[in-house]
């Protein structure tokens, strides 16, 4: 298979899932945000806070509000090598996701840190790895910059610098995200 053709089946796959995700999202952000500009907390808003680790309404929609898709599809490209990494293949795993629950479907990474054995989840589809991403992104603490970000501006090549905590790379990851974004043109998806 070419570079052309991986990249190509990738796209096939991933940017209809993140389409649909980014509108399943979309949508209950948007709902959510009616309910809350009412100045109502009923039981949707509460048990959504409780999901969502939000500290207040308006916390609650910086946390929904979901992020461009060119970053989504970036990222899904970079940690998945374009969807053919064992982690992909194995555990429909798109994003590197490590698992820390063993209850939870999850493959090993086949790395140590020490002597304990790291693991990645395992998703039943896509979409699942997809729908959990923007949900890590959007309930972990690392991710309060970016999150803060996305709320100012939803400009991808903004957005990515401030996701040097979601790799050991640090900086140098928002750098790559920003470059992958530009030469495979996965701004034209937001």
Do not use: C
Not at 10 to 20: C, E, H, S
Not at 62 to 83: G, N
Not at 103 to 110: F, M, Q, S, T
Not at 144 to 171: C, H, I, T, W
């Amino acid at each position: 298979m070419t570079v052309q053709e991986k990249k190509q089946r990738f796209r096939d796959l991933v940017v209809p899932a993140v389409n649909k995700v980014y509108a399943d999202l979309e949508a209950e952000y948007q709902s959510t945000k009616k309910i809350v500009d009412k100045g109502i907390i009923n039981a949707k808003i509460k048990k959504l806070m409780k999901s969502y680790s939000a500290k207040s309404p308006q916390d609650l929609l910086t946390r929904m509000k979901p992020h461009a898709k060119s970053v989504a599809i970036a990222q899904a490209a970079m940690e998945s090598a374009w969807e053919t990494s064992r982690f992909a293949r194995d555990a429909t795993n798109l994003f590197g996701v490590w698992s820390f629950n063993k209850n939870e479907p999850r493959v090993p990474a086949g790395e140590k840190r020490g002597k304990k054995t790291i693991y990645v989840k395992k998703y039943p589809s896509i979409e699942a790895s997809i729908r959990d991403y923007y949900h890590i992104l959007a309930t972990g603490r690392a991710f309060n910059e970016f999150r803060e970000q996305k709320m100012k501006s939803n400009d991808p090549y903004q957005l990515v610098k401030k996701l040097d905590k979601y790799s050991e790379k640090g900086a140098e990851y928002g750098k790559e995200l920003a470059s992958m974004i530009r030469y495979n043109r996965f701004y034209e998806f937001d």
